[in-house]
Nanobody, 123 residues
Framework: VQLQASGGGLVQAGGSLRLSCAASGRTFSSYAMGWFRQAPGKEREVVAAISWSGDMTYYRDSVKGRFTISRDNARNTVFLQMNSLKPEDTAVYYC?????????????????WGKGTQVTVSS
C-alpha cells in the first residue's frame, strides 16, 4: 500500500482544512488508518485513527470535537476534517495504515506511512 497525503496549507486560527490520504492497492479496505503529526522539536503523536470498516474511531484529547476522521473505501481515501484550528495544531501531518487498529492508535510498528503534508495555523 502506498499512501499520499494532501490538503495541507496555511490557515488562520479558527479556520478549517481537510486533509486527504489516497492509497494505492486493492486491499485498502482491510487496513485501519491513522493520522499523525509532528511539530518542530516534538515527537510524533497520533491525531486520529479509524478502523477498516469505519465503525471505530479514536481522537487525541486535544482535537476531540474539532477534528473528524472518515474514510471512503470505494475511493481508497481517508480524510481528516480539521475545524477551529489553533496555532498549536501546526505540524507536518502524516497518514499511516496497518492491519491492526490498535497500532494506529499507538503509532508503533505501523505497516505503511505516507509522506507528510504541512499544516500551518497562524495566530
Amino acid at each position: 500500500v502506498q499512501l499520499q497525503a494532501s490538503g495541507g496549507g496555511l490557515v488562520q486560527a479558527g479556520g478549517s482544512l481537510r486533509l486527504s490520504c489516497a492509497a494505492s492497492g486493492r486491499t485498502f479496505s482491510s487496513y485501519a488508518m491513522g493520522w499523525f503529526r509532528q511539530a518542530p522539536g516534538k515527537e510524533r503523536e497520533v491525531v486520529a485513527a479509524i478502523s477498516w470498516s469505519g465503525d471505530m474511531t479514536y481522537y487525541r484529547d486535544s482535537v476531540k470535537g474539532r477534528f473528524t476522521i472518515s474514510r471512503d473505501n470505494a475511493r481508497n481515501t481517508v480524510f481528516l476534517q480539521m475545524n477551529s484550528l489553533k496555532p498549536e495544531d501546526t505540524a507536518v501531518y502524516y497518514c499511516a495504515a496497518d492491519a491492526y487498529y490498535n497500532r494506529c492508535i499507538t503509532g508503533h510498528d505501523l505497516d505503511y506511512w505516507g509522506k507528510g503534508t504541512q499544516v500551518t495555523v497562524s495566530s
